[in-house]
T-cell receptor, first 115, second 110 residues
Framework: GAGVSQTPSNKVTEKGKYVELRCDPI?????LYWYRQSLGQGPEFLIY????????DSGLPNDRFFAVRPEGSVSTLKIQRTERGDSAVYLC?????????????FGPGTRLTVL | RKEVEQDPGPFNVPEGATVAFNCTYS??????FFWYRQDCRKEPKLLMS???SGNEDGRFTAQLNRASQYISLLIRDSKLSDSATYLC???????????FGAGTRLFVKA
Protein backbone atom coordinates (compact mmCIF):
# COMPACT_ATOMS: atom_id res chain seq x y z
CA GLY A 1 0.00 0.00 0.00
CA ALA A 2 0.96 3.65 -0.18
CA GLY A 3 3.35 4.98 2.40
CA VAL A 4 3.49 8.40 4.02
CA SER A 5 3.72 11.15 1.45
CA GLN A 6 4.84 14.73 1.91
CA THR A 7 4.55 17.73 -0.36
CA PRO A 8 6.37 19.63 -1.58
CA SER A 9 9.61 17.65 -1.61
CA ASN A 10 11.57 20.90 -1.72
CA LYS A 11 10.58 24.41 -0.79
CA VAL A 12 12.71 27.52 -1.20
CA THR A 13 11.38 30.70 0.33
CA GLU A 14 12.57 34.09 1.43
CA LYS A 15 13.00 35.23 4.99
CA GLY A 16 9.74 36.53 6.39
CA LYS A 17 7.47 34.51 4.12
CA TYR A 18 4.77 32.02 5.16
CA VAL A 19 5.00 28.34 4.20
CA GLU A 20 2.76 25.30 4.48
CA LEU A 21 4.05 21.74 4.44
CA ARG A 22 1.65 18.87 3.86
CA CYS A 23 1.66 15.30 5.14
CA ASP A 24 -0.55 12.42 3.97
CA PRO A 25 -0.24 9.57 6.48
CA ILE A 26 -0.81 5.90 5.83
CA UNK A 27 -4.54 5.21 5.62
CA UNK A 28 -5.93 4.11 8.97
CA UNK A 29 -3.04 5.44 11.03
CA UNK A 30 -4.43 7.49 13.89
CA UNK A 31 -1.14 8.85 15.20
CA LEU A 32 0.84 11.48 13.27
CA TYR A 33 4.14 13.14 14.17
CA TRP A 34 6.09 16.08 12.81
CA TYR A 35 9.86 16.34 13.18
CA ARG A 36 12.57 18.52 11.76
CA GLN A 37 16.06 17.33 11.03
CA SER A 38 19.15 19.44 10.56
CA LEU A 39 22.33 18.17 8.96
CA GLY A 40 24.21 15.78 11.22
CA GLN A 41 21.42 15.62 13.79
CA GLY A 42 18.63 13.21 14.56
CA PRO A 43 15.00 14.15 13.97
CA GLU A 44 13.76 16.71 16.50
CA PHE A 45 10.21 16.16 17.77
CA LEU A 46 7.80 19.00 17.01
CA ILE A 47 4.23 17.81 17.56
CA TYR A 48 2.12 14.66 17.90
CA UNK A 49 -1.50 14.22 16.83
CA UNK A 50 -3.85 11.54 18.00
CA UNK A 51 -6.77 11.81 15.60
CA UNK A 52 -7.62 15.46 15.10
CA UNK A 53 -6.15 16.76 18.33
CA UNK A 54 -2.59 17.72 19.14
CA UNK A 55 -1.76 15.47 22.09
CA UNK A 56 1.70 16.96 22.56
CA ASP A 57 2.96 20.15 20.90
CA SER A 58 5.81 20.74 23.32
CA GLY A 59 8.41 20.51 20.57
CA LEU A 60 7.17 23.47 18.53
CA PRO A 61 10.01 26.00 18.87
CA ASN A 62 7.85 29.14 19.06
CA ASP A 63 4.49 30.57 18.08
CA ARG A 64 5.53 30.96 14.44
CA PHE A 65 4.98 27.22 14.09
CA PHE A 66 1.51 25.72 13.99
CA ALA A 67 0.09 22.42 12.78
CA VAL A 68 -3.41 21.16 12.07
CA ARG A 69 -5.07 17.88 11.27
CA PRO A 70 -8.72 18.86 10.85
CA GLU A 71 -10.16 15.53 9.71
CA GLY A 72 -7.76 13.19 11.45
CA SER A 73 -5.89 12.29 8.30
CA VAL A 74 -3.90 14.88 6.32
CA SER A 75 -1.85 17.30 8.37
CA THR A 76 -0.37 20.68 7.53
CA LEU A 77 2.59 22.28 9.28
CA LYS A 78 2.48 26.05 8.98
CA ILE A 79 5.44 28.35 9.55
CA GLN A 80 4.93 32.10 9.69
CA ARG A 81 7.60 34.77 9.19
CA THR A 82 10.21 32.20 8.24
CA GLU A 83 13.77 32.69 9.42
CA ARG A 84 17.02 31.31 8.00
CA GLY A 85 17.31 29.07 11.06
CA ASP A 86 14.11 27.29 10.02
CA SER A 87 15.98 25.70 7.12
CA ALA A 88 15.91 21.94 7.65
CA VAL A 89 14.23 18.76 6.46
CA TYR A 90 10.74 18.47 7.90
CA LEU A 91 9.69 14.88 8.40
CA CYS A 92 6.25 13.50 9.00
CA UNK A 93 5.57 10.04 10.44
CA UNK A 94 2.44 8.04 11.17
CA UNK A 95 1.71 5.00 13.28
CA UNK A 96 -1.20 2.68 13.71
CA UNK A 97 -1.75 3.20 17.41
CA UNK A 98 -1.54 5.98 19.91
CA UNK A 99 1.43 6.28 22.19
CA UNK A 100 5.01 5.69 21.23
CA UNK A 101 5.19 1.92 21.46
CA UNK A 102 4.45 1.16 17.82
CA UNK A 103 6.54 1.61 14.71
CA UNK A 104 6.52 5.02 13.10
CA UNK A 105 6.56 5.14 9.31
CA PHE A 106 8.25 8.20 7.92
CA GLY A 107 7.62 10.16 4.78
CA PRO A 108 10.50 11.29 2.53
CA GLY A 109 10.47 14.76 4.06
CA THR A 110 10.23 18.32 2.79
CA ARG A 111 13.53 20.14 2.46
CA LEU A 112 12.89 23.76 3.43
CA THR A 113 15.44 26.40 2.52
CA VAL A 114 14.94 29.95 3.79
CA LEU A 115 17.08 32.48 1.94
CA ARG B 1 22.70 17.21 29.02
CA LYS B 2 20.95 15.87 25.93
CA GLU B 3 17.95 13.62 26.53
CA VAL B 4 19.40 10.88 24.33
CA GLU B 5 23.13 10.69 23.72
CA GLN B 6 25.04 8.60 21.22
CA ASP B 7 28.63 8.35 20.09
CA PRO B 8 28.50 10.09 16.69
CA GLY B 9 31.29 7.98 15.24
CA PRO B 10 31.95 7.44 12.45
CA PHE B 11 32.72 3.79 12.92
CA ASN B 12 34.78 2.41 10.04
CA VAL B 13 34.84 -1.39 10.05
CA PRO B 14 35.70 -4.15 7.56
CA GLU B 15 33.11 -6.55 6.25
CA GLY B 16 32.52 -9.37 8.69
CA ALA B 17 33.39 -7.33 11.76
CA THR B 18 31.28 -7.07 14.90
CA VAL B 19 30.42 -3.53 15.96
CA ALA B 20 28.57 -2.21 19.00
CA PHE B 21 26.77 1.09 19.46
CA ASN B 22 25.80 2.60 22.78
CA CYS B 23 23.17 5.08 23.79
CA THR B 24 22.21 6.69 27.11
CA TYR B 25 18.99 8.47 28.01
CA SER B 26 18.28 10.94 30.79
CA UNK B 27 14.62 10.33 31.68
CA UNK B 28 14.39 7.34 33.99
CA UNK B 29 10.63 7.12 33.38
CA UNK B 30 10.98 6.66 29.61
CA UNK B 31 8.67 3.98 28.29
CA UNK B 32 9.69 2.60 24.92
CA PHE B 33 13.00 2.17 23.16
CA PHE B 34 13.99 1.60 19.55
CA TRP B 35 16.80 1.60 17.06
CA TYR B 36 16.07 3.21 13.70
CA ARG B 37 18.30 3.17 10.65
CA GLN B 38 18.69 6.13 8.30
CA ASP B 39 20.44 5.94 4.96
CA CYS B 40 21.98 9.07 3.48
CA ARG B 41 19.28 11.56 2.41
CA LYS B 42 16.54 9.04 3.20
CA GLU B 43 13.92 8.83 5.91
CA PRO B 44 14.47 6.83 9.13
CA LYS B 45 13.17 3.27 9.23
CA LEU B 46 12.62 1.04 12.23
CA LEU B 47 15.42 -1.47 12.74
CA MET B 48 14.17 -3.03 15.95
CA SER B 49 12.44 -2.39 19.24
CA UNK B 50 14.47 -2.81 22.43
CA UNK B 51 13.28 -4.75 25.46
CA UNK B 52 14.72 -5.27 28.92
CA SER B 53 15.03 -8.97 28.22
CA GLY B 54 17.13 -8.24 25.15
CA ASN B 55 16.12 -9.16 21.66
CA GLU B 56 17.76 -10.48 18.56
CA ASP B 57 16.90 -10.21 14.88
CA GLY B 58 19.32 -12.10 12.71
CA ARG B 59 22.70 -10.39 12.97
CA PHE B 60 21.34 -7.62 15.19
CA THR B 61 21.02 -7.76 18.98
CA ALA B 62 19.58 -4.99 21.13
CA GLN B 63 19.80 -4.64 24.90
CA LEU B 64 18.20 -2.28 27.40
CA ASN B 65 19.50 -1.64 30.90
CA ARG B 66 16.88 0.45 32.71
CA ALA B 67 18.94 0.78 35.89
CA SER B 68 21.83 2.35 33.97
CA GLN B 69 19.56 4.06 31.40
CA TYR B 70 21.61 2.50 28.67
CA ILE B 71 20.71 0.95 25.31
CA SER B 72 22.99 -0.99 23.01
CA LEU B 73 22.97 -2.38 19.50
CA LEU B 74 25.33 -5.13 18.36
CA ILE B 75 25.82 -5.92 14.68
CA ARG B 76 27.59 -9.17 13.87
CA ASP B 77 29.15 -10.15 10.54
CA SER B 78 28.83 -6.61 9.13
CA LYS B 79 27.77 -6.24 5.51
CA LEU B 80 28.47 -3.38 3.12
CA SER B 81 24.72 -2.74 3.15
CA ASP B 82 24.82 -2.05 6.90
CA SER B 83 26.51 1.29 6.17
CA ALA B 84 24.07 3.89 7.49
CA THR B 85 23.33 6.10 10.49
CA TYR B 86 21.84 4.31 13.48
CA LEU B 87 19.45 6.35 15.59
CA CYS B 88 18.65 5.58 19.22
CA UNK B 89 15.03 6.46 20.01
CA UNK B 90 13.19 6.86 23.32
CA UNK B 91 9.58 7.76 24.05
CA UNK B 92 8.60 9.72 27.13
CA UNK B 93 6.44 8.70 30.05
CA UNK B 94 3.24 9.59 28.20
CA UNK B 95 4.36 7.54 25.27
CA UNK B 96 3.84 10.41 22.85
CA UNK B 97 6.94 12.54 22.61
CA UNK B 98 9.65 10.68 20.74
CA UNK B 99 13.26 11.66 21.27
CA PHE B 100 15.93 10.74 18.75
CA GLY B 101 19.63 10.69 19.41
CA ALA B 102 21.92 12.43 16.95
CA GLY B 103 22.83 9.09 15.41
CA THR B 104 25.96 6.99 15.00
CA ARG B 105 27.41 6.70 11.51
CA LEU B 106 28.68 3.33 10.37
CA PHE B 107 30.81 2.69 7.31
CA VAL B 108 31.45 -0.94 6.38
CA LYS B 109 34.25 -1.35 3.86
CA ALA B 110 35.21 -4.28 1.65
Amino acid sequence: GAGVSQTPSNKVTEKGKYVELRCDPISGHTALYWYRQSLGQGPEFLIYFQGTGAADDSGLPNDRFFAVRPEGSVSTLKIQRTERGDSAVYLCASSLDSGGATEQFFGPGTRLTVL
Amino acid sequence: RKEVEQDPGPFNVPEGATVAFNCTYSNSASQSFFWYRQDCRKEPKLLMSVYSSGNEDGRFTAQLNRASQYISLLIRDSKLSDSATYLCVVTDTGGFKTIFGAGTRLFVKA
